[in-house]
């Protein structure tokens, strides 16, 4: 049981349950008055409960939203469109301004603990987003796409008490280099190109001493 309680849905649907209708009322905020803090009605913590509950019921407190996600390849300009595939280990970087809502202005919304998700079934990132600029909204994080192809998920899912909830996933592709585009030499091949060229060198010394030998003059032949 509880005197107030807020209640917040998965798609940030609210509801305020109050226990007692006189709780808001004049004569309560009236009477809850501080001397020390001039004795006005905005002194009152009843009045003050009260209109951050109501606020907050109607969505005009603890509202943040996500807008203008956006990657690109690192050291690129955006272009406006986000691009639908990258190539294995490419170095890109991802960003999303988040606001937050004050007196019916949109702010930057300041924090250290949006988590940002790079995943396929699981996570190859999972890591809090940067905010460089504390007066900007825009948070990001630079990354490297895996060796492993397939498609994958920009996913950020932000739920902290109070605020409505965040859940933005946008999906790319990791796809295969070209075919000129592979290194001539991988190290983990070193030893096959070994194998490889001696036995080259084996089979052309064989042949060069084949080609040279007198074998009427081996022992045994008449």
Not at 44 to 56: D, I, Q
């Amino acid at each position: 049981m509880t005197l107030v309680a807020g209640y917040q849905s998965t798609y940030n649907l609210r509801v305020v349950l109050a226990g007692s209708l006189k709780m808001c009322s004049n004569s309560a905020m009236m009477a809850t008055r501080d001397p020390e803090q001039g004795n006005t009605i905005i002194s009152s913590p009843n009045y003050v409960l009260c209109t951050e509950m109501v606020e907050w019921n109607l969505q005009e407190r603890g509202v943040i939203k996500a807008v203008n996600v956006r990657h690109n390849k690192l050291g690129e300009k955006w272009t406006g469109a986000n691009p639908e595939n990258y190539k294995r280990q490419v170095d890109i970087e991802y960003f999303v301004d988040i606001y937050t809502k004050q007196d019916g202005q949109w702010v930057p919304f300041v924090a250290d603990d949006v988590q940002f998700q790079f995943t396929m079934l699981d996570p190859y990132y999972q890591v809090p987003l940067v905010q460089p600029n504390k007066n900007s909204p825009t948070y990001t994080y630079k990354l490297k796409t895996p060796w492993r192809l397939g498609i994958f998920r920009f996913h950020i899912d932000y739920k902290r008490y109070g605020l409505t909830y965040i859940n933005n996933a946008m999906e790319v592709s990791v796809i295969q280099l070209r075919h000129d585009e592979f290194p001539r030499f991988e190290i983990t091949g070193y030893p096959y190109f070994t194998t490889v060229f001696v036995m080259m060198a084996g089979s052309f010394l064989f042949v060069i001493h084949f080609a040279f030998s007198d074998f009427s003059k081996t022992k045994g032949v008449k």
